[in-house]
């Protein structure tokens, strides 16, 4: 399974950005499909977007147009640029593979935007 380090996380303020990070490792990373999710308090863990082995990317509506999805291979780290940020983007950020891997979850990195 992989194991995975997010970080990136803080607080913003409306119409901030944030770049988050996701090093992976125990996979021959370049292979899979890697993905983000995030879960806001009384909320499901939804996906965020996901990434190919070729770099094709797919987004959610809610984000399409504001967040960037990216990879370095070399580094077996997976991106996530958020721009214009909303209050309701607020919430815990995870990466994983594409369709996740449930024992692989790891801490996550807090997303907060307040004014």
């Known amino acids: 399974q992989v194991q995975v380090v997010e970080s990136g996380g803080g607080l913003v303020q409306p119409g901030g950005s944030l770049r988050l990070s996701c090093v992976a490792s125990?996979?021959?990373?370049?292979?899979?499909?890697m993905g983000w999710y995030r879960q806001s308090p009384g909320k499901q863990r939804e996906l965020v977007a996901f990434?190919?082995?070729?770099?094709?990317?797919v987004y959610a509506g809610s984000v399409k147009g504001r967040f960037t999805i990216s990879r370095d291979n070399a580094k077996n780290t997976v991106y996530l640029q958020m721009n214009s940020l909303k209050p309701e983007d607020t919430a815990v950020y995870y990466c994983?593979?594409?369709?996740?891997?449930?024992?692989?979850w790891g801490q996550g990195t807090q997303v907060t935007v307040s004014s």
């Open positions: 994983n593979t594409y369709p996740a891997d449930p024992p692989s």
């Open positions: 125990r996979i021959a990373f370049r292979g899979y499909v």
């Open positions: 990434i190919t082995s070729s770099s094709s990317t």
